[in-house]
């Protein structure tokens, strides 16, 4: 079966400090791959989905970037972080072929202080 | 970008009740998706709706879907403590490969 892992869980970093979330997914091949932000009491917000390996598409812009060194992992960055970039982050994968259901991560609570 | 709109926002029940949400969109759509999630938690898939189906169920989950009326509605019967979660339906748009969430719906279940 397949299953998602993100880590890390729980994170508080200072403002201008970088970041870095990993996430990867077992037990498929070639998934669609999503990184998502939820502020608190709001919705999801897109920040990046991937179709490959190498082939990041930004939905917003923002102090943020994404990368997919391998088929099945995804990484969320930043340089400097900003008071604003706290949230909760959820990774997601989906099967390549289309926008059906979405398997999310347990998320990554990021406190930018 | 298209997204639901979760009504009512918030909603305190009894256990044993029955919780109904509803969710509105602009454009017209794929498919429907609605999810789950508990506090701090990430989100976990409950049921998928299609443009060309009216209703479904699953368990004691019941979803309708009227594209007349850009519209779908979220039951579910017999409530236990442990719905106690927010629950988010997301659409697919037509040409828009996107799933697009609304603000979710908070549904407090009391034992």
């Known amino acids: 079966s397949q299953t998602i892992h993100q880590w890390p869980a729980t994170l508080v970093q200072p403002v201008g400090s970088p970041l870095s979330l990993e996430c990867t997914v077992e037990?498929?091949?070639?998934?669609?791959l999503y990184w998502y932000r939820q502020a608190a009491g709001r919705g999801l917000q897109l920040l990046f989905y991937s179709v490959g390996i190498g082939q990041i598409s930004s939905e917003v812009p923002q102090n943020l970037s994404a990368s997919r060194p391998q088929d099945r992992q995804f990484i969320l960055s930043s340089k400097k972080l900003l008071l604003s970039d706290s949230g909760f982050y959820l990774c997601?994968?989906?099967?390549?072929?289309?926008?059906?259901?979405?398997?999310f991560g347990e998320g990554s609570w990021l406190t930018v202080v | 970008s298209q997204q639901g709109e979760e009504d009512p926002q918030a909603l305190s029940i009894q256990e044993g009740e029955n919780a109904t949400m509803n969710c509105s969109y602009k454009?017209?759509?794929?498919?429907l998706q609605w999810y789950r999630q508990n506090s701090g938690r990430g989100l976990v898939h409950l049921i998928l709706i299609r443009s060309n189906e009216r209703e479904k169920h699953s368990g004691r989950l019941r979803v309708t879907l009227d594209t007349s009326k850009k519209s779908s509605s979220l039951l579910i019967t017999a409530s236990r403590a442990a719905d106690t979660a927010s629950y988010f339906c997301a659409t697919v748009p037509y040409g828009n490969n996107r799933l697009a969430f609304g603000k979710g719906n908070q549904v407090v279940v009391i034992p």
């Open positions: 997601a994968w989906s099967v390549r072929a289309g926008w059906d259901t979405i398997y």
């Open positions: 454009t017209s759509i794929n498919n």
């Open positions: 037990g498929t091949s070639n998934p669609n």
